[in-house]
Nanobody, 114 residues
């Protein structure tokens, strides 16, 4: 059973940066495209950034140019570097395969506030 563990969230001021990590148990993460999602309070979960097995990336319009997704297949880890953070980026962030075939992890809370 695959387990997803997200980490790296926290409280940051507007304009600040955070780097999120998603550790995928097992050695199968390299077989899947991977996505970062976020869920704002009272909203549905939305895809933020994605990366294919070969490293091609795509981003939600609102984060393009500020967020960078990457992966380390040897470490079964997916990263999300978030720069120039805005209050509207406040959410719980999750990772999963594309499509999201695994059980969701606990997520990591990102709060952008002065």
């Amino acid at each position: 059973q695959v387990r997803l563990v997200e980490s790296g969230g926290g409280l940051v001021q507007p304009g600040g940066s955070l780097r999120l990590s998603c550790a995928v148990s097992g050695s199968i993460s390299s077989d899947y495209p991977m996505d970062w999602y976020r869920q704002l309070p009272g909203k549905q979960r939305e895809m933020v950034a994605g990366i294919t097995r070969g490293g091609s990336t795509n981003y939600r319009d609102s984060v393009r140019g500020r967020f960078t997704i990457s992966r380390d297949n040897a470490e079964n880890t997916v990263y999300l570097q978030m720069n120039s953070l805005k209050p509207e980026d406040t959410a719980v962030y999750y990772c999963n395969a594309r499509p999201p075939v695994w059980s969701w992890g606990q997520g990591t809370q990102v709060t952008v506030s002065s």
